[in-house]
C-alpha cells in the first residue's frame, strides 16, 4: 500500500486519497483482524466488557490578543500556555492521558495478562497534538497500533474529524468530517491499520432520529466501510413498541428508513446510560458484566457484553482514579470467565460461530414509532414534515433534535447564533466547492474544508453562549472570506494592497 503523507503544507491530511481508502477498506472487508491473535476463549466465557476512552480537545482562535486574527490552536495549547486560569493547570495530566494508554497495554501484556482498550480520537486533536510538537502521543499510540506483540490490546473507533454532532450537521458535511477522519488516521498510522478501524464512535454519543438525516447518517458510515456503531441506550428504540432495547447487552441491528422509503442498517453496540467517566474510571462495566450470564440468541448460546465509554482525560476521576483501577481490573479479569474484550473481536466470535446481523435484535432511532404509526415510508419528505409538525403540536415531548449521552441540553435550542452562520457557509461550501467539481487534492479545497470542520465542533455550543460561541462564529467568518477570495477571485480587503493579498489569506486562514 502507498502510505498517506501526515501533512500536505500546513494542514493535515484530510482529503484527497479517497480511492486509495476504498480500496485498501474494501480489500479488508470480510476478513478477520482481530480473532485469530485475539486469545480469548469465547466459546468458554460467562460474559464480557468493553470500555472506550474518548479523546477530543478543540481547536480555537486564540492564538493571540485580537480575535479575528488569532492563530488556530489547540486548546490545549492555550490550557498550557495559562495554567494560571482556571482549571488550565490539568493541561500537562491531559498530555499523559492522551499518551498513556500506550505505556499500559505493552506493561500489562508483558505481564501475560490480556488487556483491552477501545480508542477514540477527534482529527482536531489529532492536529492540535502534532502541531503543538507532542510527538510522544503519537509514537506511543503507534506502538499500540501496529505492533503486532501489542496490537491485539487496542482497538481504534472512527470518529468525525471535527467532533461534529451529527444530528444538526449538514449531512453532506458529516460524510466528509467522516471521510476525513478516515484520511487522517491513515495518514498517521498506514492505511493497514486504517482498515481494522471496524466501528464507529459519534461525538456526544449523538443519534439522529429525523428518518431522512438518520438514514444518511447511516449510510455514510456504510458507504465508508464501518461494520458497526456506538450507541447510548436511550437513543434508540424498539420498533415494536418503542421502548428502550430489553436485551441491551447483546448487539442490535440499527435500521434507519427514509420518507423515500429506502432503508439501511448497521450494526449497533448499546453503551449503557450512566455516570460515564466514574463508570469507566472505577470499571463500573467489569463489575456489572460480572454478574451476568450466557444468553440465547438465534438458538446459540452467546456471552453478553457491557459496553461503556467515556471521556478518557476529563475529570478527576479519569485523571486520577482509572490508572490504578484499570490495572486492578485487567489482572483479574484476564484469562477468567469475564475477560474484557474489544467489540470486533466479539462480533468476529458471533459470526464464526454461524451468528449474521439477521439474528441480531432490531432498534431505530427515538420518536420513530410515531412516525411510522401515523406516516408510510415512501409518501415522500413533504407529507413527513406535515407528520413531523402535527405530532409537535400534539405532544411537547416529541422532537427530532436526535438524542445523545447529554439530553439535558440540547445542540440546536438556543445556539441559533451559532447554528445560523454554520448552516450559511455549509451552503456556500456545497455551491461553490462541492457542486463546482474542485477537486479534493486541490489546496484550496483542503483549507476550505480544514476551516468548515474546524467550525462545526461540537464545543461551541456544548459550553454554552460567550466565548465558546463567539470562537464558532470567527471561524465561521474565516470559512466565508476563504470561499470568497479562493473560490470567487473577490478581492483582498481594501486596506491589505496586492503584495501582501497572499499573507492576508494566510492570516485569514491560520
Known amino acids: 500500500m502507498t502510505e498517506l503523507q501526515e501533512y500536505v503544507g500546513e494542514l493535515p491530511n484530510i482529503s484527497g486519497s479517497e480511492g486509495a481508502i476504498d480500496q485498501a477498506i474494501k480489500e479488508s472487508q470480510g476478513k478477520t483482524i482481530f480473532l485469530n491473535e485475539s486469545g480469548i476463549d469465547f466459546a468458554n466465557i460467562r460474559s ?33 500556555d495559562n495554567q494560571h486560569i482556571g482549571d488550565n493547570h490539568n493541561a500537562p495530566v491531559f498530555h499523559w492521558c492522551y499518551k498513556r494508554m500506550g505505556e499500559f497495554i505493552p506493561n500489562l501484556i508483558d505481564e501475560g495478562k490480556q488487556p483491552r482498550v477501545m480508542l477514540e480520537y477527534s482529527g482536531v486533536l489529532f492536529h492540535g497534538l502534532r502541531k503543538m510538537g507532542l510527538h510522544d502521543v503519537f509514537d506511543n499510540l503507534k506502538r499500540v497500533t501496529n505492533d503486532p506483540n501489542y496490537r491485539r490490546g487496542v482497538e481504534w473507533l472512527g470518529a468525525p474529524w471535527g467532533h461534529a454532532v451529527a444530528p444538526s450537521t449538514p449531512m453532506q458535511d458529516y460524510r466528509l468530517h467522516v471521510r476525513a477522519w478516515q484520511h487522517h488516521f491513515a495518514a498517521i498510522f498506514g492505511l493497514e491499520a486504517l482498515t481494522r478501524v471496524r ?28 461494520q458497526w456503531v456506538l450507541v447510548q441506550e436511550h437513543t434508540v428504540e424498539q420498533p415494536e413498541d418503542g421502548w428502550t432495547p ?4 447483546l448487539p442490535h441491528l440499527l435500521k434507519a428508513t427514509n420518507s423515500a422509503g429506502e432503508t439501511v442498517s448497521i450494526i449497533a453496540i448499546i453503551k449503557t446510560q450512566g455516570s460515564d467517566t466514574k463508570l469507566v474510571a472505577q470499571m463500573q462495566p467489569y463489575y456489572e458484566a460480572k454478574g451476568l450470564s450466557r444468553e440465547t440468541l438465534a438458538g446459540q448460546s452467546v456471552p453478553p457484553i457491557v459496553t461503556q465509554i467515556a ?49 441480531f435484535p432490531v432498534v ?26 402535527k405530532l409537535k403540536r400534539e405532544d411537547h415531548q416529541f422532537h427530532m433534535d436526535g438524542g445523545s449521552w447529554t439530553n439535558n441540553i440540547s445542540w440546536v435550542k438556543g445556539y441559533e447564533n451559532v447554528l445560523d452562520p454554520m448552516q450559511k457557509i455549509s451552503v456556500q461550501f456545497s455551491e461553490k466547492v462541492l457542486n463546482s467539481g474542485v477537486s479534493t487534492d486541490d489546496p484550496r479545497y483542503r483549507n476550505a474544508l480544514f476551516h468548515l470542520m474546524t467550525s ?38 481594501a486596506e491589505v494592497s496586492p503584495k501582501k493579498k497572499s499573507t492576508a489569506k494566510k492570516k485569514a486562514t491560520a
Not at 485580537?66 to 490550557?79: G, V
Not at 477468567?336 to 466479539?346: G, H, I, Q
Not at 465561521?476 to 483582498?492: G, S
Open 199 to 226: 466501528g464507529f464512535s459519534p461525538a456526544e454519543m449523538a443519534l439522529p432520529n429525523h428518518p431522512d438525516v438518520a438514514y444518511e447518517f447511516v449510510k455514510t458510515l456504510k458507504d465508508c466501510g464501518y
Open 456 to 493: 462545526q465542533t461540537s464545543c461551541y455550543r456544548y459550553w454554552g453562549q460567550g466565548l465558546w460561541t463567539d470562537y464558532g462564529r470567527e471561524i465561521c467568518r474565516r470559512v466565508e472570506n476563504i470561499l470568497d477570495y479562493d473560490f470567487d477571485n473577490v478581492p483582498a480587503p
Open 364 to 389: 431505530q432511532p427515538i420518536k420513530q414509532k410515531q412516525i411510522w404509526d401515523n406516516f408510510k415510508p415512501g409518501d415522500g419528505p413533504d407529507k413527513l414534515e406535515k407528520i413531523i409538525e
Open 48 to 80: 464480557a466488557v468493553a470500555v472506550a476512552l474518548h479523546m477530543q480537545q478543540p481547536l480555537i482562535p486564540a492564538g493571540g490578543p485580537d480575535l479575528q486574527t488569532a492563530e488556530i490552536i489547540s486548546n490545549l495549547k492555550y490550557m498550557m
Open 311 to 359: 471521556d478518557g482525560e476529563n475529570g478527576g476521576v479519569m485523571m486520577n482514579e482509572f490508572p490504578h483501577k484499570y490495572f486492578e481490573v485487567v489482572r483479574e479479569a484476564s484469562w477468567s470467565d469475564t475477560p474484557l474484550v474489544n467489540v470486533t473481536e466479539y462480533l468476529e466470535y458471533l459470526f464464526a460461530s454461524g451468528l449474521t446481523e439477521a439474528d
Open 246 to 249: 430489553q436485551r441491551r447487552h
